[in-house]
């Protein structure tokens, strides 16, 4: 009687359905013209970057903010594709962290290891690395 | 032998229907999923190890099982199985890992799934877990509004990370919904609507008929919906209102202020400018504020009226945010002389002021529609009783799209979200002799509101799982000094406590150990721009020494923080050289790229260029100890200053100033009574 039980659902544990279609094109795909979506954690560090950063160093990281002009030197060009290369991602962490000072440049750009989380400046790094690519082609 | 045959037939019979269900079950398109996914996890794993354990895995149902949530089971990750995994970043649906989000990864095994994103956790099939079978329940939220999600536990109106759900609820009280729909939470609130007692003396019966054919497009700001009235209605509804028994006092109030002689156009000018109307007001759209736009405001009502309400606002509409100014009798004529010669419709017909003529019938039928449309629920919410005009909110994120009404709109789609969207958009579309108006939603707002609307379960979540933010306790003081904190309307802009607005960036509840008296009392009665950058500026209210003196006094002594210092100094006296080395601090450490000092300086924080006399000690150094404590969203970085360093820079702000030249110019602000 088990045996004939088992051989009837035999076919069963064995059956393999065709898998189905797993991969979608995304639907950005579609509309070359939108950028596709930021990531959530470069939006976390888009959103920081608007809060603390964008005064001085501007919208796009140009270096433009409104409180730009009060400062001298002027603050860094942070969309530059050429400073980006040079810079490795602990270098800009670090240089957020502790601030002009720390690395031996002006103190204006002040320190914001007491104020962000190492999490936080994370997420403003992989936010600035998107800079260059938005940048507006020089006039 | 028959028999036995037969016995033998139904036997194999018998068990093939025994068979149906486990077959079924192996045919489960979750178990070719599980072990796609062995196959996937194996090539992305990084050792050997790793790819066995993927290999290993049972192919089985999984599910998080959420006992004090309502019981909520959540078979969700048998499909979607890496969401918790980082190695599945990038992975085709549904195995790639979940985004991160404040409860992701971390969250999952205390809040499941469905309590964000909806749907069926039950299900083990796709159709029925996204609820997009026809019999299943309720489907999933669509990704526009998952912000809702948060909503169900997260209950205060602005929501840190859910910037849609935030704006919503900002939306939804702004439109007052909670006048006419009852929503748990929401009991306490009153429309800011005002009373239509004066409106017969006020303005005229063709301002009425404007305002009551679309009031948008008289003031942007306004935040009365449009009714869509036919004229006929416009018309028996402006003699019901112009036929209201205008309180006496009032009355004559405006009637002898409209005889008044008129003032100086050119003094009122200046009045005007200084008072920084626009911090509340906008003039020709220009300024921040939701106040009535004002470029026109000489053609919505009387001379009489501007200057009786703006002599005193409060007795003319007791839940105006408006602060009653100190203009003598001569100023506040000059100020209403030049909105009468500037902020004018020129264009509005002569009459537009003009008195109605009432006609009883026409009156009686508007009576009518005053009750028909709910007019009292803003306009007169104590005359309405208890009962709310509109059907309860509470529960219609819960609804199931059969249950709803959908009507005419034959041409959306059958689901919640979509005839929410519809219902804000065109709220009489669905069917003939619906009353709800409409509120010119942008797409944005309404997807907005549908996301707060989404959010309102049938029932609320568990205690453990609800969050409001910790509430902060507010002293209002009863007496003189309650009344003068009333009259000059100071919640309209600062918070205390919990209470008031977020207009200002200096809430009051501890202004007492932050500013030196005398400072606030020279500021109180000429206020001025602290922080040039913003456009909410407070307003100069004119205000007379003795009531300057009472509320800077009251600010000293009732409004401080325990964990602020009084004298910083006291264990550790001040020398000669601390405001030096703070000098020094105030370069090195590049303050002046945010502040103003003397002549130079950044344009960002507040000049410090008086920082001694207006800043207390104790309180400098509690900044300077941590600004973010004190407000969350600061810019100031905190530079993780020493008890040594805070305390020299803080010697160095305390000299700056010219009433700062004395050792201790505490005490002699602390003697005066």
Redesign the interface.
């Known amino acids: ?1 088990l045996a ?2 088992a051989f ?2 035999l ?3 064995c ?6 279609a ?3 094109t995304p639907a950005a795909a579609k509309t070359p013209v939108a950028p596709p979506p930021l ?3 470069v939006r ?1 560090g888009k959103v920081t970057f608007t ?2 950063c964008q ?2 160093h501007g919208e796009s990281g140009a270096g433009d903010g ?2 730009a002009f ?2 001298d030197p002027h603050p860094r060009d942070l969309s530059d594709p050429e400073f980006q290369k040079k810079k490795s991602d602990a270098e800009l962490a670090d240089a957020i962290q502790r ?3 720390g690395v031996g440049l ?10 962000l989380s190492a999490g936080q400046i994370d997420e403003l790094v992989l936010y600035l690395r998107t800079l260059p690519a938005l940048r507006k082609p020089a006039s | 032998m028959p028999l036995r045959r037969l016995f033998a037939a139904s036997s194999v019979l018998f068990l093939l229907v025994l068979a149906i269900s486990p077959a079924k079950n192996a045919f489960r398109s979750y178990r070719s999923l599980q072990r796609q996914f062995r196959k996937l996890g194996s090539s992305r794993a990084h050792s050997l190890k790793a790819a066995q354990g993927y290999e290993a895995r049972p192919v089985a149902i999984q599910q998080i099982w959420l006992r004090d949530f309502e019981n909520r089971v959540d078979r969700c990750t048998t499909c979607h199985l890496g969401v918790a995994d980082p190695l599945m970043a990038g992975a085709p649906r549904p195995f790639d890992l979940h985004p991160g989000t404040p409860h992701t990864p971390g969250g999952f095994d205390r809040f499941g799934c469905t309590s964000c994103h909806g749907g069926q956790g039950l299900a083990t099939t796709q159709g029925d877990a996204h609820g997009s079978t026809a019999d299943a329940g309720p489907p999933m939220t669509p990704p526009v509004f998952i912000e809702s999600g948060c909503g169900r536990c997260h209950l205060s109106e602005s929501v840190d990370g859910a910037p849609v759900l935030s704006r919503g609820r900002t939306l939804i009280a702004r439109a007052g919904c909670y006048a006419c729909h009852a929503v748990r939470g929401q009991d306490a609130f009153r429309s800011e609507a005002p009373p239509l007692a004066t409106l017969p003396v006020k303005t005229g019966g063709e301002w009425v008929k404007r305002w009551l054919k679309d009031p948008k497009s008289i003031d942007p700001n306004a935040t009365m919906p449009n009714f869509h009235l036919t004229d006929q209605a416009i018309d028996e509804l402006s003699h019901f209102l112009f036929a209201a028994q205008v309180p006496k006092e009032l009355a004559s109030r405006i009637e002898t202020a409209g005889a008044e002689p008129a003032g100086s156009s050119a003094n009122g000018k200046k009045l005007v400018s200084e008072s920084r109307c626009i911090t509340c007001h906008t003039v020709e759209g220009k300024g921040k504020g939701t106040a009535p736009e004002l470029s026109k405001i000489a053609s919505t009502a009387s001379r009489g009226w501007l200057l009786a309400f703006l002599r005193e606002p409060q007795a003319f509409n007791p839940r105006t945010p408006m602060p009653r100014y100190h203009f003598t009798e001569t100023e506040s004529r000059d100020v209403v002389a030049y909105l009468e010669d500037e902020f004018r419709d020129f264009d509005a017909p002569k009459g537009i002021l003009e008195p109605l003529r009432v006609n009883q019938t026409l009156a009686e039928n508007g009576r009518k529609l005053f009750r028909l449309y709910g007019c009292f629920s803003c306009h007169d919410p104590a005359g309405s009783g208890s009962e709310k005009f509109g059907p309860e909110l509470d529960g219609i994120g819960d609804k199931r799209a059969q249950s709803l009404d959908f009507g005419r709109r034959t041409d959306l789609v059958r689901t919640l979200p979509a005839w929410l969207a519809a219902k804000l958009e065109s709220p009489r579309s669905f069917a003939d002799g619906l009353k709800m108006p409409s509120y010119g939603f942008s797409a944005d707002d309404s997807r907005a509101v549908t996301t707060a609307l989404l959010a309102l379960g049938a029932q609320s979540v568990p205690d453990r799982y609800r969050y409001a933010p910790p509430r902060k306790p507010a002293l209002l003081p009863g007496g003189p000094v309650g009344s003068l904190i009333q009259s000059y309307r100071c919640l309209s802009c600062h918070e205390i406590g919990d209470r008031g607005a977020d207009v200002s960036t200096a809430p009051l509840t501890y202004e007492g150990s932050k500013v030196k008296r005398d400072w606030l009392v020279d500021y109180l009665m000429l206020s001025y721009t602290l922080r040039p950058i913003l456009e909410e500026r407070m307003p100069v209210l004119k205000m007379p020494r003795e009531d300057a003196t009472q509320l800077a006094d009251a600010l000293q002594n009732f409004y401080l923080d325990p964990s602020i210092p009084e004298d910083p100094f006291a264990a550790r006296p001040a020398s000669d050289a601390d405001p030096v080395e703070g000098q020094r601090l105030y370069v090195g450490l590049g303050c002046r790229g945010c502040h103003i000092l003397g002549s130079s300086g950044g344009y960002y924080g507040p000049p410090l260029t008086e920082a001694g006399k207006r800043l207390k000690p104790g309180w400098t150094y509690a900044w300077l100890k941590g600004p973010q404590r004190w407000r969350a969203d600061v810019r100031c970085p905190d530079y993780g200053l020493s008890d040594t360093d805070a305390l020299r820079l803080t010697a160095y702000l305390e000299t700056l100033g010219p009433a700062a030249s004395s050792a201790k110019p505490e005490s002699a602000a602390r003697g005066v009574k």
């Open positions: 009687m004939v039980l009837l659902l076919p069963g544990a059956a393999r359905k065709p898998a189905p797993v991969a979608k990531r959530y954690e976390l809060h603390y005064t001085c409104f409180n009060n400062l601030g002009g000072a002006s103190a204006l750009m002040p320190p914001w290891g007491h104020t």
